[in-house]
């Protein structure tokens, strides 16, 4: 959107395509117990030099979206379909070695966890210029000289001596900043952020958040940050999408989300948030049941089963996700939060008696085995 | 602490823990000492939550666990009802444990992998009775219905076969079964996603209400923290900055680094601006060789000689506020005062 964050200062330049497409996309995993559909149909776009946050609570699908686009998960029991354009180019189908012209190149990520993301038997420097030797051809000295530059750009005190350390000498915040460092290293036109700042304090996560931002304006990168703190896309995202058992359910510009959600499951996670701005014991309203079998979702609307304001066709037909009235603005909802039809659904399952509903008023204490039905 | 005193402990006769000058040291080697707590004081009345907060290695469950004597304390005091929980030798300290409960971080793991749920939680009772099985299953489901859990589908059910919202509930129920005088939590909602956090939020304010219950809750979450907490100590490297009732804590923080943590917390609001919050100078200190006089001063904005020379002690600056400061955010009264 227009009067967001990274594109105050970055003008899109005319004409220009979006940098990724992805179309319907599904990544399904084959286990013992059946097919996990991690990530189940998910289509978006995302311009060049946006930040988009992907949201969603554990098993959302959110983080094997990231790595399907990147094309991470490859194995045997992993079944990728749809379409991931990067730049016009197709990359499902790529090979591995294919794909290493894309990795660290083009695209890069930062995972969550920064105590097991580096090597802990190699020194940071070598982490460091590995890949730069690999795809930028350069020299030992070169790319010493790049990678100190690199360290001293996330600021890490004392790039020079930092180099010849091991990863344990320095501190998670330290380890997350190498990290980051090293996935800028080959100048990615496209960063994932894979819960960059989850295992932190709150902050170094400030700091670490204020340099991804950073590096991202200063470089013109296009961002993917997935996390499951909407604090933590709050300010910083053009867009957020909202992801449900491996679904986009909303997805709207920043603020147009945090100011006209429409799909319940949006509401619900916003308002189960405790703030900091509330007084002392205040009643959260917290969401019925949790998340679904990826094996044997519901039928109709996954999130029906929990939903205030779910109707006997929530439970049949799925919605689809379709265009709001406000531009970018999409939900998956048939009865949307703040229409007529959303609340005369609210008010006939309050009285009703549904406990889901009831839960949400405040009228209820809310459990997770109240309405999944056989989670026991 | 921050600094050290005791300006912010109410009289013996109000509060059923005491804690005062509580030190927790670890040797780890080479003649060195993690100085993981030195010097802390607080205390709880009955039925009160006291929320602890601060970053990771600030020493907040080194102090939840020295509250159970899990491990010794190297010195202080720490009171229960009176009892000087300190100066009691091994068994007796085991009968106090009654009185005392933990619920920790990790949901799954707390709970024994190869046990049954019924038997899990009335393992308490087998120890200290009632040993009778129906009686001890009549307790036991009762509490098992209280945390949300259909005791008869849960009975003979494993932890493995729960989620992680379900396992925090089954151990709430271990915890509650003995009716302890005081329950420390310990990051009991970290693990958990936002949307069963607040169910067991709520249900843990359902609890404290139902059974007069008073709970030492610690987390590194602010939030979490205000929603469920009467009062709020800010710990930092082993000491106290600031404690207060949460909503004044919250709303004028005195404490630079109370203000730095409470601005460095992301806000899910899209209109708040980011960008004015200032970021953290620098890195935590080693606890092994600590910053002389106040343990923040490397870290603050308002730093200055005497931060370094002197220890700051805790002081009242309004009601139920107290501040371990040289240069609180908001004046003391006792300064006020010296200059009506």
Redesign the interface.
């Known amino acids: 959107m227009s009067d967001?964050p990274s594109s105050q200062r970055i003008t899109k330049r005319p004409g220009d395509d979006p940098l990724l497409v992805v179309e319907n996309l599904k990544t399904h995993f084959h286990i013992d117990a059946g097919v996990v559909r991690a990530v189940d149909g998910v289509s978006f776009k995302l311009d060049r030099g946006k930040t988009l946050g992907i949201v969603g609570?554990?098993g959302s699908g959110k983080t094997v979206l990231s790595r399907s686009v990147m094309r991470l998960n490859i194995a045997e029991n992993v079944e990728t379909a749809g379409s991931v354009k990067y730049d016009g180019v197709e990359l499902l189908g790529k090979s591995n070695k294919e794909m290493r012209d894309y990795w660290g190149v083009e695209m890069a990520m930062v995972f969550q966890d920064p105590m097991t993301s580096l090597n802990p038997v190699v020194k940071v420097g070598r982490q460091l210029t590995e890949h730069v030797r690999y795809h930028l051809n350069t020299s030992k000295k070169e790319a010493r000289l790049a990678a100190i530059e690199l360290l001293r750009s996330v600021k890490i005190?004392e790039p020079e001596s930092r180099f010849d350390v091991y990863p344990h000498e320095m501190?998670g915040?330290?380890r997350q900043r190498v990290c980051i460092a090293s996935a800028l290293a080959c100048g990615p036109k496209m960063l994932f952020a894979d819960e960059p700042t989850t295992a932190l304090?709150?902050?170094?996560?400030?700091?670490i958040?204020?340099l991804l931002q950073q590096a991202q304006q200063d470089r013109f990168m296009t961002m993917i940050m997935v996390t499951?703190?909407?604090?933590?896309v709050?300010?910083?995202t053009d867009d957020i999408a909202v992801m449900y058992a491996g679904k986009i359910v909303e997805k709207a510009p920043?603020?147009t989300l945090?100011a006209q959600m429409k799909h319940p499951y949006t509401q619900?996670?916003?308002q189960?948030?405790?703030?900091?701005?509330?007084?002392?014991?205040?009643?959260?309203?917290?969401?019925?049941g949790?998340?679904p079998d990826l094996i044997n979702p519901p039928s109709g609307c996954k999130f029906s089963p929990r939903c205030p304001y779910a109707q006997d066709k929530c439970y049949e037909v799925e919605p689809e996700l379709k265009a709001d009235t406000t531009p970018g603005h999409e939900f998956a909802c048939h009865f949307p939060v703040g229409t007529p039809e959303g609340d005369a659904a609210f008010e006939a399952n309050m009285a009703a008696g549904k406990p889901q509903t009831l839960a949400a008023a405040g009228k209820l204490?809310?459990?997770?085995?109240l309405v999944t039905g056989g989670?026991? | 602490m921050a600094g050290s005193g005791k300006a912010h402990l109410r009289p013996e006769s109000e509060t059923i823990l005491r804690v005062e000058d509580l030190h927790v040291e670890f040797p780890v080697g080479g003649g060195r000492t993690v100085y993981a707590v030195s010097g802390i004081s607080f205390d709880i009345a009955k039925g009160e939550t006291l929320g602890l907060v601060g970053e990771s290695g600030c020493g907040k469950s080194t102090t939840g666990r020295a509250i159970l004597q899990l491990p010794r304390p190297t010195r202080g005091s720490v009171k229960l009802g009176g009892e000087d929980l300190m100066a009691m030798d091994g068994e007796k300290m085991r009968q106090k444990r009654t009185d005392l409960q933990m619920i920790f971080q990790d949901p799954i793991s707390s709970l024994n992998p190869r046990r049954m749920v019924g038997e899990v939680v009335a393992e308490p009772l087998e120890v200290w009775g009632p040993h009778d099985a129906d009686e001890q299953w009549k307790i036991v489901s009762n509490m098992l219905d209280n945390v949300g859990i259909d005791p008869d589908v849960a009975r003979y059910k494993r932890a493995h076969e729960f989620s992680g919202g379900q396992c925090q509930r089954i151990s709430i129920a271990r915890a509650l079964v003995m009716e302890p005088e005081l329950i420390i939590c310990d990051e009991p909602v970290s693990a958990l996603d936002v949307s069963v956090q607040a169910q067991i939020l709520n249900m843990l304010e359902d609890l404290k209400a139902q059974y007069g219950l008073t709970l030492v809750f610690i987390a590194h979450d602010l939030a979490v923290v205000k929603n469920i907490s009467d009062r709020v100590a800010v710990m930092y490297l082993g000491k106290m900055c600031e404690l207060s009732e949460s909503d004044e804590l919250y709303e004028r923080p005195a404490h630079p680094y109370t203000s730095l943590l409470l601005g460095s917390t992301p806000i899910p609001d899209p209109l708040v601006n980011i960008h004015d919050v200032p970021e953290a100078e620098g890195e935590l200190p080693s606890p092994i060789s600590p910053p002389s006089g106040c343990r923040f001063r490397t870290r603050c904005p308002y730093a200055d000689e005497i931060c370094e020379r002197v220890e700051p002690q805790m002081r009242k600056i309004s009601d139920d506020h107290y501040v371990a400061c040289h240069h609180p955010l908001v004046e003391a009264e006792e300064v006020a005062v010296s200059f009506d």
């Not at chain 1, 499951?228 to 933590?232: I, T, Y």
């Not at chain 1, 189960?272 to 019925?288: D, F, G, M, V, W």
């Not at chain 1, 204490?365 to 085995?369: I, L, P, Q, S, V």
């Open positions: 967001a609570e554990s005190p501190s915040g330290m304090d709150v902050t170094v996560q400030h700091q958040l204020n499951h703190d909407l604090g933590v709050a300010g910083r920043t603020r945090f619900a996670l916003l189960s948030i405790p703030r900091a701005s509330n007084p002392k014991h205040t009643r959260l309203s917290a969401i019925s949790r998340p204490a809310a459990t997770e085995d989670a026991v």
